[in-house]
């Protein structure tokens, strides 16, 4: 079974099994595991392709790895409570959001080592940054706002209070809208890319964990972790479309032009799905409870 799709495989970070899964997509197999940190969350590639940098909540590091060939190059100590984390465009620098410490820790991608820490609110969790790289727009569960980073000044410039659980955040490939899930509540958070100001607030599923939007901009899709589905929600009129079904606790994307991946915490799966027919197509066992995902 063979979209051909651009990309070769998926990465998957395995919390529970302090492990990362590389899945052929071609033949929708896992063809390889890596071992990690402690309680591996998120990850994100370096625009040029060459690193993959992993974070690691219970060590409290960011693995950087080298691929193809996932050669650990340098462990980089972090705060506490790693999550979230995004790369600049200019390939200069990562973002990563320490929950337990309240912090972002930045990380000079040339020396591999950590640049400056900022405090940004209570409970970071998930960072995102545009395509032009002048803001970084951090989830702060704790303290229930926004933050908006500006990668000038290194300064909190907007603290958004937006409900109470803000979780997953995602910025539109056109870089127009900020789109902001909360945990708590059937509520998303729609911003304008440039003012943040305020546009909307739509309803969809419950107990919001991921949001992401499709490469042609044309849907938002969230997942809903208590009723294990996804929202798929079209962008031009802000109304859910349909819902998806997929296994146990959905949590987190990872998004082509040819498929979504959807990681499944609780099934210990990952579910991928045809981004032109919105079905989904098979589900895969990975690790014990998979989180972060990339298309590679």
């Known amino acids: 079974m063979s ?12 919390s529970g099994s302090d492990n990362i899964s590389i899945i ?7 063809i390889n595991s890596i071992k990690c940190g402690e309680y591996p969350m998120m990850m994100e590639l370096s625009l040029d392709r060459r690193l993959l940098l992993v974070t ?10 080298k691929v193809p060939d996932f050669n650990l190059l340098k462990t980089i100590k972090v705060g506490e409570g790693t999550a979230g984390i995004c790369v600049t465009p200019d390939r ?10 309240h912090s972002l820790s930045i990380i000079d991608l ?13 409970g970071p969790c998930v960072t995102v940054t545009p395509s032009h790289g002048r803001y970084v727009a951090t989830t702060c569960e704790e303290s229930h706002n926004v933050a908006i980073i500006f990668t000038n000044s290194y300064r909190v410039q907007y603290s958004l209070n937006l409900f109470e659980g803000p979780l997953g ?8 809208e900020i789109y902001v899930a909360d945990f708590l509540s059937r509520k998303i958070a729609i911003l304008d890319g440039e ?17 992401k939007c499709s490469l042609d901009n044309k849907y938002v899709f969230v997942t809903n972790s208590d009723s294990d589905n996804i929202s798929v929600i079209d962008r031009d009129s802000q109304i859910e479309k349909t819902k998806i079904l997929c296994q146990d606790n959905p949590a987190e994307f990872a998004v082509s032009h040819k498929l979504l991946a959807v990681s499944n915490r609780g099934a210990g799966s990952i579910s991928f799905i045809n981004m032109k027919s919105l079905t989904k197509i098979k589900d895969i066992k990975v690790g014990v409870n998979p989180l972060g995902m990339v298309f590679y």
């Open 3 to 14: 979209l051909k799709c651009p990309h070769k495989y998926l990465i998957v970070a395995n």
């Open 24 to 30: 052929d997509i071609n033949r929708f197999e896992v």
């Open 56 to 65: 690691n909540r219970d060590s409290c590091d960011v693995f950087v790895y």
């Open 92 to 101: 200069k620098y990562a973002f990563v959001a320490n929950e337990y410490s």
């Open 110 to 122: 040339v020396r591999l080592r950590v640049y400056r820490t900022l405090n940004i609110g209570r």
């Open 169 to 176: 955040i995602t910025i539109t490939p056109d870089d127009k």
């Open 195 to 211: 003012t943040f100001r305020i546009m909307n607030y739509i309803e969809a599923g419950t107990v919001h964990i991921g949001i």
